[in-house]
Nanobody, 122 residues
């Protein structure tokens, strides 16, 4: 079992940058694919980015490609999401999640954090 805790959210102006973190418990962190999702008010949770256990493969939603970067440090049991050139439409609660395979599907992520709010002002 993995417990996930996000942090690093906040308020930023459009065009700015923010880095969110996800700290994981457990000794098997490196065996999980880690993903970031987001959910805006009144909208469904959507895939943002994912990274394999080794960190060698990543996947991104088209809406964030070239602006967001996912990375992980297995020694620290932490996954990061660096967000640059932020837009007001990036405003959402950001969740990290753990899965057994590289996928964009919400239902295939087994463990979830509680989320961290990211607000981008125009």
């Amino acid at each position: 079992q993995v417990q996930l805790v996000e942090s690093g959210g906040g308020l930023v102006q459009a065009g700015g940058s923010l880095r969110v973190f996800c700290a994981a418990s457990g000794r098997t962190f490196s065996s999980y694919v880690m993903g970031w999702f987001r959910q805006a008010p009144g909208k469904e949770r959507e895939f943002v980015a994912a990274i394999t256990g080794s960190g060698r493969s990543t996947d991104y939603a088209d809406s964030v490609k070239g602006r967001f970067t996912i990375s992980r440090d297995n020694a620290k049991n932490t996954v990061y999401l660096q967000m640059n050139s932020l837009k007001p439409e990036d405003t959402a609660v950001y969740y990290c999640a753990a899965a057994y395979l590289l996928t964009t599907r919400v239902a295939q992520y087994r463990y979830w954090g509680q989320g961290t709010q990211v607000t981008v002002s125009s």
